[in-house]
């Protein structure tokens, strides 16, 4: 008999975190498998094998899966609990998809794996100096993390699609990660085109198809290329050799739920220890003998390769000061591209508008109109869905709010209802006041919904495609690629789904209803986020020889953020805003840990506020800002406050979480935003 600590996948007991059990056969590391605890069975990752404890134990039911995890995602799993101070079973539902011990029916899942003929591939690419240059530089780069700063239309795909070829000529597998589950359509059709074996995953699968494509690579003898959004970074990729994260600026690498972990740095921590792997020699694909050096196929390690026109101002700045590459390409991939023309048009002045609408100026109106007549395509952007944000009284300023959340309610006129974007709360809107009884009721405000009644009225012929949180299933930008990509739709409307990564040979035209919409959130991200929107939406024209054209609308034309996201001048706004950050010691010049209560009354919430408050500076130096309501005061029923704590040293905040155990609070270290 062999004796094993395993560490249950859930939450088995808040104490419970490696349990004890035996089995007949030598069971490798990181084997999965069934164990009982107390009447229910779980699943369980082995850890280690253990002498014979003092006490009794049971046996492992089953091993589920002969091939046992690889190293460096066993490596990952402790860290990630270490780090982001999160139970490890909760960590391990993160990581593995559910029910790995259930029984399936062995099925054929369609479209997840890519196989392609060499007749379709695409052989012969012409690359321009700038992506010879970065593929060259990454390619001899031997490890480590590197930014791919590429403006909007420089080839970053091809460059990654390069990398990941030398990592299968070496034997290797690719992860790509997208911010977003509407981009894998496009970068599926750019990777399929020269690799056989492309696996997708996504939370939009089945439970049947993620645990199936999971299987797929665990078992996989040849290199894999896993594309997906963040949740594909614990694919079991056995011989790992290249992570690419695409449009790394973006806020959904955050996981906003325990662990809580960031992609970027989760993933620069996998790549050094898929490294460490290899040189041990662990690796199942591309085996080497312990103590040995690397074979030539194996000639380089694995690296994590950051991409994006619009680079976080943190990221950007630890590039600089620990020496890591910064790779730039400033060029246009395709021969004879020409930049946009982009034109700012301040809303505050009146002769701007005309009668015919009361959203798109003149300069939009006319511009997508000449747009139109030349057959080619509109894209108008608004980080904000519904049809008006704000209902009330003309009468006595009455405003509709949800009960629950105290927040104004958003109207949704093709549904006829308000609705309560944080916890779903819906009513019809009122035909008269309920405090003053008159009847006049205003809808103010700006969403995607309105945008497109307004595009549906003032252009009834055209074929019109919104896209935003709203979007029935099935008709996601994902689902519907082919159409846009082939000009089918004349005019898309979307939030920020629309903003980035797209490219649409067509489209000729892009309008930013209101680019300043989010500026004035009480957020250290809030201009950033500003600025990278503005540049995205900007980068989905000027990639062809074709003329095309930006119009920024905006209430605040002057606003850095708004100057340098309309001609996509980074290092313009990188050189502004760090120096903001500076002065108000807010990241990467300083770490935060935001500590956020939830109560079913406020009373309880302040008391309890201001109790850790107090506690926390007669333990530690470090200042805090608060206690204070959070940006929503009132969630689903609950009254939330907030204690923010900075600090030089990242240890001190892992400390003040690793204290709060009340099951009313939540602390997150690294958060990216404050709201």
């Known amino acids: 008999m062999k004796f094993y600590e395993v560490s249950p996948v859930g939450i088995v007991g808040k104490d419970f975190k490696v349990l004890t059990y035996g089995f007949s056969e030598i069971l490798p590391i990181g084997t999965i498998v069934e164990i009982p605890v107390v009447q229910r069975k779980f699943v369980g990752v082995v850890l280690k094998e253990v002498a014979q404890p003092d006490f009794a134990v049971k046996e492992i039911l089953r091993v589920l899966y002969d091939q046992p995890l690889p190293p460096a995602l066993l490596e990952l799993h402790g860290w990630l609990s270490d780090f982001y101070t999160t139970h490890p079973g909760t960590v391990w539902q993160t990581m593995l998809p559910s029910g790995l011990n259930k029984k399936r029916r062995v099925s054929v899942v369609e479209n997840t794996t890519l196989q392609n003929n060499s007749s379709t591939k695409r052989t012969n690419i012409l690359f321009n100096d700038q992506q010879l240059a970065a593929i060259d530089q ?16 420089s080839g970053k795909t091809e460059v990654y699609k390069a990398l990941a070829m030398k990592a299968k ?32 995953t996504h939370s939009t699968m089945t439970e049947t198809e993620r645990a199936h494509v999971w299987l797929e690579v665990l078992n996989a003898e040849q290199p894999v290329v896993v594309i997906g959004p963040r949740s594909a970074l614990f694919m079991p990729v056995q011989n790992l050799g290249l992570i690419v994260i695409d449009e790394c600026h973006e806020p959904s690498y955050k996981q906003e739920k325990a662990p809580r972990y960031n992609a970027l740095r989760t993933a620069s921590k996998l790549i050094e220890f898929a490294n460490a792997a290899s040189s041990r020699g662990v690796n199942r694909n591309n085996p080497v003998s312990a103590g040995s050096p690397r074979s030539a196929r194996d000639d380089s390690g694995c690296k994590l390769i950051l991409g994006s026109a619009t680079p976080l101002i943190a990221d950007y700045y630890f590039a600089q000061k620990l020496g890591r590459p910064i790779v730039q390409m400033t060029k246009l991939a395709r021969a004879g591209a020409k930049k946009p023309t982009t034109k700012i048009v301040d809303l505050t002045k009146r002769g701007n508008f005309s009668s015919a609408s009361k959203i798109f100026s003149r300069q939009l109106l006319a511009a997508m109109k000449e747009t139109l007549e030349q057959k080619k395509q509109v894209l108008l952007f608004h980080n904000r869905r519904g049809s008006a944000s704000t209902t009330l009284c003309e009468n006595c300023g009455w405003l509709a709010g949800c009960p629950r959340c105290f927040l104004p309610l958003t109207l949704h006129t093709d549904r006829f209802e308000l609705r309560c974007h944080i916890c779903g709360y819906h009513e019809k809107p009122p035909t008269k006041c309920p405090e003053c009884g008159d009847t006049n009721i205003l809808h103010k405000g700006i969403g995607t919904k309105r945008i497109e009644e307004e595009i549906r009225k003032i252009f009834p012929d055209k074929t019109v495609r919104r896209f935003d949180g709203d979007t029935a299933r099935g008709q996601a930008v994902q689902d519907v690629f082919a159409e846009l990509r082939d000009g089918t739709t004349d005019i898309i409307i979307g939030t920020q789904t629309v903003a980035k990564g797209l490219d649409l040979p067509n489209l000729r035209l892009v309008g930013i209803v209101q680019a300043d919409a989010g500026l004035a959130l009480p957020d250290f991200s809030a201009a950033e986020r500003t600025f990278q929107l503005i540049a995205q939406a900007t980068g989905r024209v000027g990639r062809g020889a074709e003329d095309s054209v930006v119009i920024v609308q905006t209430f605040q034309p002057d606003a850095p953020a708004v100057q340098f996201g309309a001609v996509q001048d980074y290092a313009g706004f990188y050189n502004h ?28 919430a302040v008391n309890s506020a201001k109790a850790l408050a107090n506690a926390i500076s007669s333990q530690f130096q470090d200042p805090l800002s608060g206690p204070t309501p959070a940006f929503y005061e009132r969630a689903r029923g609950l009254y939330r406050w907030q204690i923010v704590v900075r600090a030089p040293n990242r240890a001190d905040l892992v400390k003040i979480a690793e204290q709060i155990h009340h099951p009313h609070w939540q602390a997150e270290l690294d958060p990216g935003s404050l709201i």
Not at 581 to 604: I, M, N
């Open 169 to 200: 000529t070496d034997g290797k597998s690719s992860i790509i990660l997208v911010p977003e589950i509407s981009l894998t359509a496009q970068l599926l059709n750019e990777f399929r085109a020269e690799f056989d074996n492309v696996i997708l």
């Open 577 to 604: 805003e760090i120096k903001n950050r500076q002065r108000g010691h807010f990241p990467p010049l300083a770490h935060l840990l935001k500590l956020t209560c939830a109560y079913k009354t406020e009373k309880s």
């Open 138 to 153: 990454l390619v001899q780069m031997p490890s480590g993390t590197a930014i791919l700063h590429g403006i909007t239309g």
